[in-house]
């Protein structure tokens, strides 16, 4: 079955340290991107993609990375430059400009 | 720029049906979406509307009118599932990344 998977589920980091989630599709979707959510809160979104090898900065971008060098793959690195990185991370792709978002089931961060 | 509001939180009683609307603003409008999200889950789709009217599916409809910038989501016999958060989004043009926008989302919660 196609489908859009994020990994880990839960992920715990050290102050000072960057890491790295994953986002992988198996779609063959053109587009994809990035939203953080906090606790109350809607999407925000850090980085999208529309292409392979090309991306583009959303509305909270500082402190966080991403790379598109392959279709299949999206990963973000959030890295010590990001004041407040617990969050609620998720990644979703799409076919096309009428077609909404398949998103993945999301990363849980915590700093510790 | 974009700004999209929908109320923070709802209740509504078992069997009753529910109005849950969003306004927006956008420089480039090419279609609204809604979605589901439980609690620690990642959003479900659940309706489109890029042309004014109604889209109905199942015990949900959809309403747009893109001249009023206005949108509602009716929930019909409701049910102890459907307490979750519901995220209204505009998809912005191409030209301009055919990212979704979200709102904050309004916190349904149905009582017995």
């Known amino acids: 079955d196609g489908g859009i998977t994020q990994s880990p589920k839960y992920l715990f980091r050290k102050e000072g340290q960057n890491v790295t989630l994953s986002c992988e599709q198996n779609?063959?979707?053109?587009?994809m991107y990035w939203y953080r959510q906090d606790p109350g809160q809607g999407l925000r979104l850090i980085y999208y993609?529309?292409?392979?090898?090309?991306?583009q900065k959303g509305d909270i971008a500082e402190g966080y990375s991403v790379s598109r060098e392959k279709k299949e793959s999206f990963p973000l690195t959030v890295t010590s430059a990001q004041k407040n990185p617990t969050a609620f991370y998720l990644c979703?792709?799409?076919?096309?400009?009428?077609?909404?978002?398949?998103f993945g089931s999301g990363t849980r961060l915590t700093v510790v | 720029g974009q700004n999209i509001d929908q109320p923070t939180e709802m209740t509504a009683t078992e069997g009753a049906i529910v109005q849950i609307n969003c306004t927006y603003q956008?420089?480039?409008?090419?279609?609204l979406f809604w979605y589901q999200q439980h609690a620690g889950e990642a959003p479900t789709f659940l309706s489109y509307?890029?042309?004014?009217g109604l889209e109905e599916k199942g015990r949900f409809s959809s309403f747009l009118s893109r001249s009023k910038g206005y949108s509602y989501l009716l929930l019909k016999e409701l049910q102890m599932k459907d307490s979750a958060s519901y995220l209204c989004a505009v998809r912005e043009r191409y030209n301009q990344g055919g990212k979704l926008i979200f709102g904050q989302g309004t916190e349904l919660s149905v009582k017995p």
């Open positions: 956008t420089s480039g409008f090419n279609g």
């Open positions: 979703a792709s799409s076919m096309g400009l009428n077609y909404g978002y398949t």
């Open positions: 993609s529309q292409i392979v090898n090309d991306f």
């Open positions: 509307n890029v042309l004014d």
């Open positions: 779609l063959n979707h053109d587009a």
